[in-house]
T-cell receptor, first 114, second 112 residues
């Protein structure tokens, strides 16, 4: 089955700095890579996703890049703000295929210091 | 508004009690899931369902059971609660092929 490794487990940055979270996956059949943000006491919410036919996707201050050859994908947050503090989960799945249930990374706790 | 709803949000219960955590969705999704999550930590899939009358066990062994009698409803039951069951339980749903994966707000269970 799929295995997703996520690093780092904790990331501490100053407000205004950039933050990068990296994930690797093992199943070359995976074609969908969502990122979820979970604020303290709240549900995980989808913030951005990327499909395997795209190398990069941006949405304001967040972006995701995918390297299919190396089987890794990354979340980039620029100009971080205190409200970006949360746990971020990456995931990999095969949309429309047998492995459509996402395999989640173990999460990264991002702390943005004012 | 289409969403996935979990009740109760918080529950404190004594050891040995039987409890049912409710999960309902108005997303029109056919697939539903239950996760166990300790605070700020990884998500463990404990049960999932492809559709009505379908239930499967997930990656994490759990003493809970689930049922899927209606498409929109996926309750989780603990026959005899123990302190080791103290955790947050998240319900999720998705459409065909895994599209639109959405989580509920969770039930935080404490067994004393």
């Amino acid at each position: 089955g799929e295995n997703v490794e996520q690093h780092p487990s904790t990331l501490s940055v100053q407000e205004g700095d950039s933050a990068v979270i990296k994930c690797t996956y093992s199943d070359s059949a995976s074609n969908y890579f969502p990122w979820y943000k979970q604020e303290l006491g709240k549900r995980p919410q989808l913030i951005i996703d990327i499909r395997s036919n795209v190398g990069e996707k941006k949405d304001q201050r967040i972006a995701v890049t995918l390297n299919k050859t190396a089987k890794h994908f990354s979340l980039h947050i620029t100009e971080t703000q205190p409200e970006d503090s949360a746990v971020y989960f990456c995931a990999a799945s095969t949309l429309g295929g047998g492995s459509y249930i996402p395999t989640f990374g173990r999460g990264t706790s991002l702390i943005v210091h004012p | 508004e289409a969403d996935i709803y979990q009740t109760p949000r918080y529950l404190v219960i004594g050891t040995g009690k039987k409890i049912t955590l409710e999960c309902s969705q108005t997303m029109g999704h056919d697939k539903m899931y239950w996760y166990q999550q300790d605070p700020g930590m990884e998500l463990h899939l404990i049960h999932y369902s492809y559709g009505v009358n379908s239930t499967e066990k997930g990656d994490l062994s759990s003493e809970s059971t689930v049922s899927r009698i209606r498409t929109e409803h996926f309750p989780l039951t603990l026959e005899s609660a123990r302190p080791s069951h103290t955790s947050q339980y998240l319900c999720a749903s998705s459409g065909t092929g895994g599209v639109g994966y959405t989580f509920g707000s969770g039930t935080r269970l404490t067994v004393v």
